[in-house]
């Protein structure tokens, strides 16, 4: 190879290495609340006790990335906190919590962000906790795996509980031109954002048809991944402990992805942050602070 194409390749491959480690340094993530949900332990993991039930926060996240803000789940829908009818009779016993701080549009201000100042939406998965508020996000691409949507707007047997029509039938108005319509980057697989490799999103089938999962590579932090509900509590993880069958739409997947989990922690130092643990979620730093 001639001297010059080498030098060329050199400064290629040097000029992508020092450009994705200055991204790096600019990448912000921010831990938000949506309220929070009472619920059994034992939904939410295997053998633990049902009563007396325990409240569990509504986590969702944000990226400032230098090319765009990612919004990580959009938690309970707002409607909730006038109308708590909103999900009907059967999660009533889910207690939500609906001050009218919890608004996502609320959160998102305590960093001086609008729902409109948001490029990438990506939902864990389209569950009443977590995809809400996707209506709130018309100038947002939502980002979701197509068996995700698929399974949303026609569940498979067993798995139509947690899914609320009104929250996301925006993404449906999208191929119909409506004045509500949200723009949707369905997708079969994972997803590079930026191409920078900071923020990838990763199909993880597990909780639901079309789970997935978000790592987001931090200067000081490092490689930190956003679980949605492939898992609920650290224990989870350390301890290899699934959840209910009820919240397990592939067991195995989920149990792969503690083990991918487990196998971050050890070779990259990595950390994950859950949406629903009490413990750890407290013990986050919440926005307006920030891990960089
Ligand atoms: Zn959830």
Do not use: C
């Not at 608004?103 to 305590?110: E, S, Y």
């Not at 209506?135 to 569940?155: D, H, M, R, T, Y």
Request: aromatic residues 10%; proline residues 7%.
């Amino acid at each position: 190879m001639p001297r010059k194409t080498i030098m060329a390749l050199a400064a290629l491959v040097l000029g992508t290495a020092f450009s994705t480690a200055s991204q790096a340094e600019d990448i912000k993530l921010y831990v938000f609340s949506s309220g929070a949900l009472t619920i059994g332990k034992g939904v939410l993991q295997n053998m633990a006790p049902m009563t007396p039930e325990i409240q569990v926060p509504v986590g969702f996240f944000v990226v400032k990335h230098p090319k765009g803000n990612v919004v990580f789940d959009t938690g309970n829908n707002d409607k909730i906190i006038n109308d708590p009818s909103y999900w009907g009779e059967a999660f009533k016993a889910l207690k939500p919590v609906n001050s009218p701080d919890i608004a996502i549009d609320a959160q998102l201000q305590k960093i001086g962000l609008k729902p409109d100042d948001i490029k990438f939406v990506v939902v864990s998965h389209l569950h009443l906790d977590h995809g809400g508020n996707v209506a709130k996000f018309p100038k947002s691409i939502i980002v979701a795996q197509k068996s995700e949507i698929q399974n949303a707007f026609w569940p498979e047997p067993g798995t139509g509980g947690p899914y609320i029509l009104g929250d996301y039938m925006s993404l449906r108005a999208a191929a119909m031109g409506a004045p509500d319509a949200v723009k949707v980057m369905q997708l079969e697989g994972d997803m590079d954002l930026f191409g920078d490799g900071t923020v990838v999103v990763k199909r993880w089938v597990g909780h639901t048809p079309g789970s997935q999962m978000m790592t987001v590579r931090l200067k000081n932090k490092g490689l930190t991944i956003l679980t949605g509900d492939n898992v609920y509590f650290r224990d989870n993880v350390e301890k290899n402990l699934p959840p209910n069958i009820v919240l397990a739409y592939s067991p195995s997947g989920i149990l792969s992805a503690y083990e991918w989990i487990r196998l971050q922690m050890a070779t990259e130092k990595a950390d994950f942050f859950t949406a629903h643990d009490p413990d750890a979620f407290k013990a986050m730093k919440k926005a307006p602070e920030f891990y960089d």
